[in-house]
């Protein structure tokens, strides 16, 4: 094993990659008013019921709207998306209609009555918020999975999703960044070579 020296550093949230994504949500009072947030802060936290967790400053003009619904959609983004959702992340709602700006469009999410889902995103979590914890500087919403909503060119002809081919970013300490090579599957440390060899060649 490689030896390595380290340095200490104050606490601070470094953890490293995160998913980058969209966070639709809307207003229960009028409907015309909606919005996407940029948002790399977001997890799974249960599998049964599904459930996810994004967390928003308490001064941020989506925490206003997933309250008041109690929906939002955790949208998964491409690197087309990219720049729309940079910019999702630097400018209010509370003054830009990020969908006009982006060109991005809004789209009915299944199971919910007011948080859209974002049109050409890969895949679009539409939940319903069970808790709320206040946190400090973000509150988390956790919210149950009630949808799931796939782009079609992402399904085989047995109706298997392939996420490897959806061109998937991330956020890295400030930068948004491809996902790289498919090195192993869940399992892989573990496989036959000849399972190994079977089941990677469908990456390469």
């Given at each position: 094993m490689d030896k390595y020296s380290y340095q200490i550093l104050p606490p601070s949230t470094l953890l490293n990659p995160a998913p980058v994504v969209l966070v639709s949500c809307g207003d229960p009072k009028k409907p015309e008013?909606?919005?996407?947030?940029?948002?790399?802060?977001a997890?799974?936290?249960?599998?049964?019921?599904?459930?996810?967790?994004?967390?928003?400053?308490?001064?941020r003009y989506s925490h206003g709207l997933i309250s008041a619904s109690g929906?939002?959609?955790?949208?998964?983004?491409?690197e087309k998306m990219a720049r729309p959702v940079d910019l999702c992340g630097v400018k209010s709602g509370r003054d830009t209609d990020k969908a006009k700006e982006t060109g991005?469009?809004?789209?009915?999410?299944?199971?919910?009555d007011i948080a859209p889902a974002v049109e050409g995103a890969p895949v679009s979590l539409c939940c319903k918020v069970r808790h709320t914890l206040e946190l400090g500087s973000h509150d988390m919403f956790v919210g149950e999975v009630?949808?799931?909503?796939?782009?079609?060119?992402l399904l085989d002809a047995g109706g298997s999703l392939h996420l490897e081919k959806a061109g998937l970013i991330a956020y890295s300490h400030g930068l948004y960044?491809?996902?790289?090579?498919?090195?192993?599957?869940?399992?892989?440390?573990?496989?036959r070579e000849d399972v190994f060899k079977r089941r990677m060649s469908a990456y390469r």
């Open positions: 008013n909606r919005n996407m947030i940029t948002v790399a802060w997890g799974t936290v249960n599998s049964d019921p599904p459930m996810v967790s994004v967390s928003i400053r308490k001064e929906e939002f959609v955790v949208n998964l983004v491409d991005l469009n809004y789209i009915p999410a299944e199971g919910l009630v949808s799931v909503m796939v782009r079609e060119d960044q491809k996902l790289g090579e498919v090195m192993g599957f869940f399992g892989w440390s573990v496989a």
